[in-house]
């Protein structure tokens, strides 16, 4: 068996097979495709995308009277925030943000994200991730730091129904798929040698017991003389040292055209490599599916979309093959959980983008806890917060071991922050430098 | 003559039509497209596009000797923001910034932007622009809040560069194509009647002497029952009581489905509205050429987009009709150039999208004087700052006069903020509120 073919889907995967190439198969006036086909023989049409849309995904009827979110606070100690939401009764929900991405983006919180779920009823949080985004000004700041605030502010409202639900977050967005959770190990460095690069694989095997591993391709959104020569050697040299029972993934993160795409491409088929990440610049939606028509390896994509529209196009017309939604650029759980039901619907497997940093590996388990569509390995990058935290009613962190990670417990996220380093946060209340005390 | 004849283009576009709707057309793999035919009567095609994209719009040539920028500091007080420039002769450019997007915006000027501008030769501008974008994690950022830090900066650099070359801003970006601007007036105003309405745009014209005017249309990325009954009386009351003297425009700001684009369309049509701005939500690409496809009226957008690969989409598949990217949006006067550039390419007017604050206006001429292919009427929304500035050497701010604005003069911008105003900003160094002091 080809190690490709691990790439199965776990249950759940409908056994639609490819759709069509048209690419106006989304406008709602082409609604009328395929329109006497029953839906479990035929390919599913633009409609049938819209439909899977309209689905809930969270469990509102787990609550039978209103959670008023009072209190939506922004707090803030060195290069940390977190987002705390308080309701009436004074419970609590908390979420840590990436302090790589909240130090360019955490403004938003205040000025755009606040006004539309301060004095709400969190049970419509489903209904609040849409009319936050098409409030004036919101929608033309469609991008990845507009929906990471967004989720970050779903994500302490989870936190908060799940410890009023007593239930686990993953238990209000879908029903348990796994007790544990596969993982492949990301290594993110582009600087280094060939040979240092294999060291370092080497190393977050150790680290995390994991039987998978993903490293980066080309130059980062270009390519130069000497990334292509690392390339070369890099492909069949990765494969060489891990020898068969490691499953590789790799990625360009848009380095390249369609002709290097191919080029690459062929070469990672040729040591079976698992998917091939980001051939072409994220937003180049027709050159993504050239490549991928023209290649047999899995092409995947989408740690860059905020946009549910592209999603839709992408995965309608298989310009990805596996999807990539980042649970927080994308704005949280619930639209990531859309997404991939949109991939479902088209037989494609979901794998969630995390960051290293903000609880990217918790986010990332409690989603694929509930998520059925995906493959035997998630996205890992190592326990790397400073925050103090423990899992709640333990003293032990976050993180895998023998390559794998539990299916979160607890209540909500089923963290505790360390209540001092929270006292010793401050609260943020303007986004102008010029109004903060 | 209707009057949607009116929105003729002015010298310089080129004569080329309507494009194929074939939406792959931008892929590389199809460059071959038409390749025996002469640029003069063909097709336009993606590797015309690429390589209008790749011809410089900053005249370089005017600087002999490297303009090093020394300093990049980023300005606040109370609510307004300003970004300075000094170079190590200590000559000095600077920009206002848009307080209402600024306020969600700032921090990605200190973060994502400065590091790549700081202690380079302003000379290269046009291809900082580039590198700014594809430096990590800065392309992850794609979307008006890095998009407009950019521009605050582009803007900053240019008004020095000006300086330096002792001209107008205009001029280091392309030819005078007119002495003065002629102006449609644009309100905003969504929650009240209709009548209202109607009154307003009266006083607009009164303030500005524009025979051109914009409303808007639906509800805001929706529409209602209510919002569709004043449509309903928007369109033909407007055009009623303005008469046929007033050139109309109408803005859906993506409040329509695909039918109920065609259905407002249609009555657009009717009344002889000179464009039809948004109908469907921005990012649905598809959609918006189908309502472009069915209807007569020129459909106009841009507005909301950021992406340059977007952009060649829309107008390459003519998908839009007119094309509006804003000037600070989608990042500066350079980049909306070279999309103005792949319109005319494709026989399609520009007028690029302001807003009100942060001198859209001055950087809106600065733009149109260069600009060859646009039409009779730019947008304006008055003289909202409350930056004090006068024109260089004058007493008088920049506003219309007769439906009018001219040619801005002088050097580089040709305003002079008010110094003492300037003294009293405080520099903001970092984008962390503990961090600040």
């Given at each position: 068996m080809k190690r490709r073919d691990l790439l199965k889907l776990s249950?759940?995967?409908?056994a639609t097979a490819c759709l069509g190439?048209?690419?106006?198969?989304?406008?709602?006036?082409?609604?009328?495709?395929?329109?006497?086909?029953q839906p479990n023989n035929r390919t599913p049409n633009g409609a049938d995308f819209d439909a899977i849309l309209q689905q809930?995904?969270?469990?509102?009827?787990?609550?039978?009277t209103p959670v008023t979110i009072e209190k939506l606070e922004l707090l803030n100690k060195d290069d940390e925030f977190i987002v705390r939401v308080t309701d009436k009764e004074g419970r609590q929900g908390l979420s840590l943000c990436n302090s790589r991405r909240a130090d360019s983006a955490w403004p938003m919180i205040l000025t755009l994200v606040k006004p539309t779920f301060e004095?709400?009823?969190?049970?419509?949080l489903e209904a609040l991730l849409h009319e936050v985004y098409i409030t004036s000004p919101n929608?033309?700041?469609?991008g990845l730091a507009f929906w990471s605030c967004v989720a970050w502010v779903e994500i302490a409202i989870l936190d908060l129904l799940g410890k009023i639900a007593k239930l686990p977050l993953w238990a209000l967005i879908g029903e348990?798929?796994?007790?544990k959770i596969g993982l492949y190990h990301a290594n993110g460095d582009r600087k280094n040698s060939a040979e240092w690069v294999i060291r370092k694989l080497e190393s977050l095997l150790e680290e995390s017991g994991a039987r998978a591993l993903k490293y980066k391709l080309g130059a980062r959104m270009h390519y130069t003389e000497a990334s292509t020569a690392r390339d070369k050697k890099l492909i069949p040299g990765v494969r060489k040292h891990f020898g068969d029972d490691v499953t590789l993934y790799a990625d360009a993160?848009?380095?390249?055209d369609i002709p290097m795409s191919l080029y690459m491409g062929k070469m990672l088929e040729e040591h079976d490599y698992g998917f091939f990440e980001?051939?072409?610049?994220?937003?180049y939606l027709e050159e993504t599916k050239a490549v991928t028509d023209q290649l047999a390896i899995t092409v995947a994509g989408g740690e860059q979309e905020t946009s549910m529209w592209r999603f839709k196009w992408l995965i309608a017309n298989r310009a990805l093959t596996l999807v990539q939604p980042d649970l927080i650029y994308f704005g949280g759980l619930i639209r990531s959980m859309r997404v991939a039901r949109m991939a479902q619907l088209a037989g494609l497997p979901c794998v969630p983008h995390i960051s290293g940093l903000g609880l990217g590996q918790l986010y990332m388990a409690h989603f694929v806890t509930a998520?059925?569509?995906?493959?035997?390995f998630q996205e890992y990058k190592g326990d790397r917060d400073k925050v103090p935290y423990v899992l709640s009613g333990t003293n032990k962190r976050y993180k895998a071991k023998d390559g794998y990670i539990n299916a979160p417990q607890g209540v909500g996220l089923g963290i505790t922050f360390d209540p001092e380093y929270i006292a010793e946060m401050k609260e943020i209340t303007s986004s102008i430098p010029s109004q903060l005390s």
């Amino acid at each position: 068996m080809k190690r490709r073919d691990l790439l199965k889907l776990s249950a759940g995967v409908a056994a639609t097979a490819c759709l069509g190439a048209s690419t106006t198969i989304l406008a709602s006036s082409n609604s009328s495709l395929s329109k006497n086909l029953q839906p479990n023989n035929r390919t599913p049409n633009g409609a049938d995308f819209d439909a899977i849309l309209q689905q809930p995904v969270l469990k509102r009827d787990l609550f039978k009277t209103p959670v008023t979110i009072e209190k939506l606070e922004l707090l803030n100690k060195d290069d940390e925030f977190i987002v705390r939401v308080t309701d009436k009764e004074g419970r609590q929900g908390l979420s840590l943000c990436n302090s790589r991405r909240a130090d360019s983006a955490w403004p938003m919180i205040l000025t755009l994200v606040k006004p539309t779920f301060e004095g709400k009823d969190a049970r419509d949080l489903e209904a609040l991730l849409h009319e936050v985004y098409i409030t004036s000004p919101n929608y033309k700041f469609q991008g990845l730091a507009f929906w990471s605030c967004v989720a970050w502010v779903e994500i302490a409202i989870l936190d908060l129904l799940g410890k009023i639900a007593k239930l686990p977050l993953w238990a209000l967005i879908g029903e348990k798929q796994r007790e544990k959770i596969g993982l492949y190990h990301a290594n993110g460095d582009r600087k280094n040698s060939a040979e240092w690069v294999i060291r370092k694989l080497e190393s977050l095997l150790e680290e995390s017991g994991a039987r998978a591993l993903k490293y980066k391709l080309g130059a980062r959104m270009h390519y130069t003389e000497a990334s292509t020569a690392r390339d070369k050697k890099l492909i069949p040299g990765v494969r060489k040292h891990f020898g068969d029972d490691v499953t590789l993934y790799a990625d360009a993160n848009g380095s390249y055209d369609i002709p290097m795409s191919l080029y690459m491409g062929k070469m990672l088929e040729e040591h079976d490599y698992g998917f091939f990440e980001e051939p072409v610049p994220f937003d180049y939606l027709e050159e993504t599916k050239a490549v991928t028509d023209q290649l047999a390896i899995t092409v995947a994509g989408g740690e860059q979309e905020t946009s549910m529209w592209r999603f839709k196009w992408l995965i309608a017309n298989r310009a990805l093959t596996l999807v990539q939604p980042d649970l927080i650029y994308f704005g949280g759980l619930i639209r990531s959980m859309r997404v991939a039901r949109m991939a479902q619907l088209a037989g494609l497997p979901c794998v969630p983008h995390i960051s290293g940093l903000g609880l990217g590996q918790l986010y990332m388990a409690h989603f694929v806890t509930a998520l059925p569509n995906t493959t035997d390995f998630q996205e890992y990058k190592g326990d790397r917060d400073k925050v103090p935290y423990v899992l709640s009613g333990t003293n032990k962190r976050y993180k895998a071991k023998d390559g794998y990670i539990n299916a979160p417990q607890g209540v909500g996220l089923g963290i505790t922050f360390d209540p001092e380093y929270i006292a010793e946060m401050k609260e943020i209340t303007s986004s102008i430098p010029s109004q903060l005390s």
